[in-house]
T-cell receptor, first 114, second 116 residues
Framework: DGGITQSPKYLFRKEGQNVTLSCEQN?????MYWYRQDPGQGLRLIYY???????QKGDIAEGYSVSREKKESFPLTVTSAQKNPTAFYLC?????????????FGPGTRLTVL | AQKVTQAQTEISVVEKEDVTLDCVYE???????LFWYKQPPSGELVFLIR??????QNEISGRYSWNFQKSTSSFNFTITASQVVDSAVYFC?????????????FGKGTKLSVKP
């Protein structure tokens, strides 16, 4: 079955620690995205990548970093510089980054900072 | 600037009722795409429909229908004879035609609860 996997489903982190969220897709999609979802806020874009070895900042990139070394993988690191990292994180992909393409989403990772 | 407004934060209906979710958008672009996504309690968003600004025909898919009106900048979503499985958060989204999916603007979502 083709799709997007995110791991772990739940993640707990102590303040001051960096943590990396995994996102893998086997849809052979060129473009991948990371969103943050907070209650009542909708989805906000953190980073996106339209092709391997290239990525762009979204609206709320501060305190986050990404890499795109392989087409199928787009890990997100939440650094200690992110002031309020507790949130639900969603990864998505689309066939290309063109505007008409729908996005396919993973099941999400819920990050809690203790 | 582009903006998507879903004024209804939460809606609660009883099974078999019809329900309409409102979506109003703002854009200076004359050509654009609109999307609806469903987020069930499991958390994973699911694509429902895409509409381009060239095509104002309404669309029906089973119990789901969409009413696109460019004159009022609205793209409303109606569920006929709602079912418990329709309970989810629904998002409307907008992107300009020449942009990328990295420019997709989401509304804040409408939480629909369908009670048996």
């Amino acid at each position: 079955d083709g799709g997007i996997t995110q791991s772990p489903k739940y993640l707990f982190r102590k303040e001051g620690q960096n943590v990396t969220l995994s996102c893998e897709q086997n849809l052979n999609h060129d473009a991948m995205y990371w969103y943050r979802q907070d209650p009542g806020q909708g989805l906000r874009l953190i980073y996106y990548s339209q092709i391997v070895n290239d990525f762009q900042k979204g609206d709320i990139a501060e305190g986050y970093s990404v890499s795109r070394e392989k087409k199928e993988s787009f890990p997100l690191t939440v650094t200690s510089a992110q002031k309020n990292p507790t949130a639900f994180y969603l990864c998505a992909s689309s066939r290309t980054g063109d505007s008409y393409n729908e996005q396919f989403f993973g099941p999400g990772t819920r990050l809690t900072v203790l | 600037a582009q903006k998507v407004t879903q004024a209804q934060t939460e809606i609660s209906v009883v099974e078999k009722e019809d329900v309409t979710l409102d979506c109003v958008y703002e854009t200076r672009d004359t050509t654009y795409y609109l999307f609806w996504y469903k987020q069930p309690p499991s958390g994973e968003l699911v694509f429902l429909i895409r509409r381009n600004s060239f095509d104002e025909q309404n669309e029906i898919s089973g119990r789901y229908s969409w009413n696109f009106q460019k004159s009022t900048s609205s793209f409303n979503f109606t569920i006929t004879a709602s079912q418990v499985v329709d309970s989810a958060v629904y998002f409307c989204a907008l992107v300009n035609y020449g942009g990328s999916q990295g420019n997709l603007i989401f509304g804040k979502g409408t939480k629909l609860s369908v009670k048996p």
